[in-house]
């Protein structure tokens, strides 16, 4: 599946959620786009945690150019933390710059080509 985000003085953001049921491992798994390079402003893949309310960064990418494809990934080894009461977690992917403690704002496009979950 590809997503396309633009956004304009705000985030790039893409969220997605995925039935888990009784699976306890989970991969999850993104190729990303975007035409800010990650290099000068980070692509994160977050999970939200439903125990404490937070999300948590399970992956990022500082080093990739723009336009070019690159893999966000991560193992959760137990998801008992990361289901709702309906069995479905919840991921986002997101982009913005901070500079001096500040969030700069940018025009920015992520594409993303795979939002899954992979059951192990």
Partial sequence: MR????????????QFKDYIGSETVIDVECECQTDTAPSSSPV?????NTSDGL???IDYDDSSSANTDFILLDSILDATNYKDGSLVMTCRIYQSEVSEG???YHNSE????KGETIFV
Avoid: K
């Fill in 3 to 14: 997503v396309s985000q633009t956004a304009t003085s705000q985030f790039a953001i893409h």
């Fill in 44 to 48: 994160y893949l977050q999970i939200y």
């Fill in 55 to 57: 999300w948590e960064t």
């Fill in 102 to 104: 500040e969030i700069v």
């Fill in 110 to 113: 992520i594409v993303f080509y």
